[in-house]
Structure formats: C-alpha cells, structure tokens
C-alpha cells in the first residue's frame, strides 16, 4: 500500500507563488512514477506536471514555465512549486503514484493507481 499526503495549498493573489508537498509511504519510493493532478469545479482533473523514477519531467502547457515538479528520495517528498499564479490555476490539487515500472512520464489520470485527498489551491485576481 502506498499513502500520499498533500501540503502546502492556500490562497493567494494573482502573481503569487506556493509549493506544494506530498508525503509518500512504501519501501520503494524512488522507483514511483510520481504526478501532480488538479480539479476544478465542474471539470475534469487534469494532469499538471509528472516525473519519472530516473528524475525526468514533464507538465502540461498550461503551466509551463511557471510549475516545476521535483522530488527528494531520502524524504520520501513530491514537491509543485508553482509561480505567476493565475485565477485558473485555482482547484483541488491532487498527489498521485504509480509503484510499478515505467519507461518516461505520464500525465494521464488512468495511469496512476494511488492519489492523495488532495489539497485546495486558490489565486484571486
């Protein structure tokens, strides 16, 4: 079983920045395949930003060059640092991981099999 908990969520205005934390369990963390996912209101989630088990990444256009995803292996942490905030970047935030093996990233939802409650993100204008 793996457990994830989310960190770090708030409100803030337009421009600001948060980072986001997820505290993963499991014996072999390293090796997950970690996402970060959001929900707003009446809409799909959606995949925000992904990283692999040999550290490589990818994220969604919308965010790009505004969210970095990282992840400390000796903490067993998932990391969002999102920057320049924009209303629509406002939704539920959500931490998600995949034990087993996989080549590259992913940011589709049916890709991952465990995810965290989720923690609320909100940029006002």
């Known amino acids: 079983q793996v457990q994830l908990v989310e960190s770090g969520g708030g409100s803030v205005q337009a421009g600001g920045s948060l980072k986001l934390s997820c505290a993963a369990s499991?014996?072999?963390?390293?090796?997950?395949?970690m996402g970060w996912f959001r929900q707003a209101p009446e809409k799909e989630r959606e995949g925000v930003a992904a990283?692999?088990?040999?550290?490589?990444?990818s994220c969604a256009d919308s965010v790009k060059g505004r969210f970095i995803i990282s992840k400390d292996n000796a903490k067993n942490t998932l990391y969002l640092e999102m920057n320049s905030l924009k209303p629509e970047d406002s939704a539920m935030y959500y931490c998600?991981?995949?034990?087993?093996?996989?080549?590259?990233?992913?940011?589709?939802?049916?890709?991952?099999?465990?995810w965290g409650q989720g923690t609320q993100v909100t940029a006002s204008s």
């Open positions: 990283i692999d088990s040999l550290g490589r990444t």
């Open positions: 499991g014996p072999t963390y390293s090796s997950y395949s």
């Open positions: 998600a991981a995949e034990p087993r093996f996989r080549v590259g990233t992913t940011l589709l939802r049916q890709d991952y099999t465990y």
